[in-house]
């Protein structure tokens, strides 16, 4: 409980940083006053960009730690079901084509890959109900598959279509748009998942056990997998494919707070969203006026500090 | 009353047995014996309703076992894996506390049953302790201490006694026997001595779709054990 406070003051702070900082220095009054001359910068500029990191390092966060638990694999992460493999190539075709770049069509393009992805991994996976076990496989083997459509996009690309791509490719927020449906649904998934959150403590002690215990496993399972998808999906449209906070963060709050998950699903929220947050705020300041791909630094930061804990444990 | 009847279990769409028909009571206390492969473990999984290939019918006091929701099953019926690998670092009270889930009970009088279940299985002094940081008879306290927090009415135990010293198997036997006065007790074992000082009734299967059930006194006799020693034998 105190750990939730504390995470609560630390993305506080870390939104105020990120408010603030940027290529153009902007004092902090200027947040209030509306005739100030950076007042736009802050509120239409740095707030939606933000609101979108934490969104998109929430969902990351959550849908790791969710199908961590579904596939019994401390490797997985949400990207394990080729959901980004899918929205990458949807995607990156609709820019070859130049079909309109517009955020909304890379935001579709996306959502609509990584379901077709997710789609073609559940009935792969499904025989009769949903085998957790063959999900781990078959994920990392369609992943190959859409890596090598996306390897052939970018052989036969333009050299200017390529740097978009690649940006997509390692992750960036500085497409995105608000999307006013994201944070709806997103609240809607966690909510739902928060109230199975004893059967989901009990599915971690594996399948068998949990149908023992009462658990229906296989709703249950396949409620995991529809939630992980939805939640990956919305940040992969939103972000492309950023690496590291699906598999990172759901270690790092475990090591943080044990294995429940009413403690879990809500730190993994806060974590995620400061974690991201911190990492956009420094691809934005970093090498200013250069954006950096946001991607680099959740390895970079997310390598030391993981090893660490680990090391402390 | 736990009612079997015309039952066929498959293994991995082999059969394995075949036309069994027996009845578990409240009040009794059965023992299940037979060679290894035989079906003991597929039997009593197929019970607990987590291994649904089979045929003919199960009777949970009136309801056909497959039109049990799951927790009103879990409520019945409550089993112990012969092996359950731990793989998380759960507190050994937060272990057996999950067999709490089925009920819908207030959190003080879960945590009342949840302590009661630890002292009687003689682990309190683990509560707090990781189930990864156990010996291997010490996660089967915890296993069967999670069974009985979880107050079935039926509890199908797959050789509960593995990796238990003698002196806690004579104390957990008895724990079992004073269980099966309110509630039937069925359990895998192999050790026969065990069997007929404590159980009272036995089902003993002698592959090829034979068996045989009774009370203790009619069934362990020189004759059956020989037979049983003798299909156990076959395979070797």
């Given at each position: 409980m105190r750990q939730l406070w504390f995470w609560c003051a630390l993305l506080a702070i870390t939104l105020v940083v990120a408010l603030f900082s940027g290529t153009v220095p902007v004092p902090l009054i200027d947040a209030f006053n509306a005739q100030a001359p950076h007042f736009?910068?802050?509120?239409?500029l740095r707030w939606p960009r933000a609101l979108n990191a934490m969104m998109v390092g929430s969902c990351l966060a959550v849908a790791g730690l969710l199908i961590q638990n579904l596939v019994k694999n401390p490797l997985a992460d949400p990207y394990l079901l080729g959901i980004s493999g899918g929205a990458a190539t949807v995607q990156l075709l609709v820019i070859v084509l130049a079909v309109g770049l517009s955020p909304t069509s890379l935001f579709l393009s996306g959502f609509i890959g990584s379901l077709v992805a997710t789609a073609l991994l559940f009935k792969l996976s499904f025989q009769g109900q949903l085998r957790p076990d063959k999900i781990t496989l078959n994920g990392v083997v369609l992943a190959f598959g859409f890596a090598a459509i996306i390897s052939f996009v970018l052989a036969t690309a333009s050299g200017q279509q390529i740097k978009s791509m690649m940006f997509w490719l390692m992750g960036d927020l500085s497409f995105a748009e608000p999307n006013a449906l994201m944070p709806i649904i997103m609240t809607a998934l966690l909510l739902l998942l928060y109230r199975h959150h004893r059967a989901l403590d009990i599915l971690a002690r594996g399948n068998l056990f949990a149908i023992k215990s009462g658990v229906d496993a296989h709703r249950i399972n396949l409620m995991v997998f529809i939630i992980t998808a939805l939640l990956t999906s919305m940040a992969v449209a939103q972000a492309g494919t950023i690496g590291f906070v699906g598999l990172i963060i759901p270690h790092l709050v475990r090591l943080m707070c044990g294995y429940q998950h009413r403690h879990l699903i809500p730190m993994c929220v806060l974590v995620g969203a400061t974690f991201l947050l911190a990492a956009d705020t420094l691809a934005r300041t970093v090498m200013s006026p250069m954006q950096l791909p946001v991607g680099i630094f959740t390895a970079l930061i997310g390598v030391p500090v993981f090893l660490w804990l680990n090391r402390k444990v | 009353m736990l009612q079997v009847e015309n039952l066929t279990l498959y293994q991995d769409h082999s059969k394995v047995l075949s036309g069994l028909d027996v009845t578990f009571s409240p009040g009794e206390f059965w023992a299940i014996i037979g060679a290894n492969g035989v079906g003991k473990s597929t039997l009593l999984q197929t019970l607990a309703g987590i291994h649904p290939n089979y045929q003919g019918n199960i009777r949970v006091d009136d309801h056909l076992l497959q039109d049990l929701d799951p927790l009103s099953r879990a409520r019945r019926m409550g089993f112990l894996f012969q092996e359950q690998e731990a793989s998380l670092a759960v507190s050994v009270r937060e272990a057996v506390g999950m067999g709490r889930f089925p009920w819908r009970t207030s959190k003080s009088q879960d945590q009342s049953i949840t302590?009661?279940?630890?002292?009687?299985c003689l682990?309190?002094?683990?509560?707090?302790?990781?189930?990864?940081?156990?010996?291997g008879g010490e996660r089967r306290k915890v296993e069967i201490a999670t069974c009985l927090a979880q107050q079935s009415r039926y509890l199908l135990l797959d050789e509960p006694l593995n990796?238990?010293?003698l002196v806690y198997r004579h104390h957990i036997l008895k724990v079992f026997e004073s269980l099966s006065q309110k509630h039937a007790v069925v359990m895998v074992c192999h050790d026969l001595e065990a069997v007929r000082s404590h159980c009272s009734h036995v089902l003993m299967l002698f592959g090829n779709n034979c068996y045989l059930s009774g009370t203790s006194a009619t069934m362990l006799t020189a004759e059956n054990k020989q037979r049983l020693f003798n299909e156990s034998s076959r395979e070797l």
């Amino acid at each position: 409980m105190r750990q939730l406070w504390f995470w609560c003051a630390l993305l506080a702070i870390t939104l105020v940083v990120a408010l603030f900082s940027g290529t153009v220095p902007v004092p902090l009054i200027d947040a209030f006053n509306a005739q100030a001359p950076h007042f736009e910068i802050i509120w239409q500029l740095r707030w939606p960009r933000a609101l979108n990191a934490m969104m998109v390092g929430s969902c990351l966060a959550v849908a790791g730690l969710l199908i961590q638990n579904l596939v019994k694999n401390p490797l997985a992460d949400p990207y394990l079901l080729g959901i980004s493999g899918g929205a990458a190539t949807v995607q990156l075709l609709v820019i070859v084509l130049a079909v309109g770049l517009s955020p909304t069509s890379l935001f579709l393009s996306g959502f609509i890959g990584s379901l077709v992805a997710t789609a073609l991994l559940f009935k792969l996976s499904f025989q009769g109900q949903l085998r957790p076990d063959k999900i781990t496989l078959n994920g990392v083997v369609l992943a190959f598959g859409f890596a090598a459509i996306i390897s052939f996009v970018l052989a036969t690309a333009s050299g200017q279509q390529i740097k978009s791509m690649m940006f997509w490719l390692m992750g960036d927020l500085s497409f995105a748009e608000p999307n006013a449906l994201m944070p709806i649904i997103m609240t809607a998934l966690l909510l739902l998942l928060y109230r199975h959150h004893r059967a989901l403590d009990i599915l971690a002690r594996g399948n068998l056990f949990a149908i023992k215990s009462g658990v229906d496993a296989h709703r249950i399972n396949l409620m995991v997998f529809i939630i992980t998808a939805l939640l990956t999906s919305m940040a992969v449209a939103q972000a492309g494919t950023i690496g590291f906070v699906g598999l990172i963060i759901p270690h790092l709050v475990r090591l943080m707070c044990g294995y429940q998950h009413r403690h879990l699903i809500p730190m993994c929220v806060l974590v995620g969203a400061t974690f991201l947050l911190a990492a956009d705020t420094l691809a934005r300041t970093v090498m200013s006026p250069m954006q950096l791909p946001v991607g680099i630094f959740t390895a970079l930061i997310g390598v030391p500090v993981f090893l660490w804990l680990n090391r402390k444990v | 009353m736990l009612q079997v009847e015309n039952l066929t279990l498959y293994q991995d769409h082999s059969k394995v047995l075949s036309g069994l028909d027996v009845t578990f009571s409240p009040g009794e206390f059965w023992a299940i014996i037979g060679a290894n492969g035989v079906g003991k473990s597929t039997l009593l999984q197929t019970l607990a309703g987590i291994h649904p290939n089979y045929q003919g019918n199960i009777r949970v006091d009136d309801h056909l076992l497959q039109d049990l929701d799951p927790l009103s099953r879990a409520r019945r019926m409550g089993f112990l894996f012969q092996e359950q690998e731990a793989s998380l670092a759960v507190s050994v009270r937060e272990a057996v506390g999950m067999g709490r889930f089925p009920w819908r009970t207030s959190k003080s009088q879960d945590q009342s049953i949840t302590t009661a279940a630890l002292e009687r299985c003689l682990i309190t002094h683990l509560a707090e302790r990781s189930i990864l940081k156990l010996s291997g008879g010490e996660r089967r306290k915890v296993e069967i201490a999670t069974c009985l927090a979880q107050q079935s009415r039926y509890l199908l135990l797959d050789e509960p006694l593995n990796h238990l010293d003698l002196v806690y198997r004579h104390h957990i036997l008895k724990v079992f026997e004073s269980l099966s006065q309110k509630h039937a007790v069925v359990m895998v074992c192999h050790d026969l001595e065990a069997v007929r000082s404590h159980c009272s009734h036995v089902l003993m299967l002698f592959g090829n779709n034979c068996y045989l059930s009774g009370t203790s006194a009619t069934m362990l006799t020189a004759e059956n054990k020989q037979r049983l020693f003798n299909e156990s034998s076959r395979e070797l």
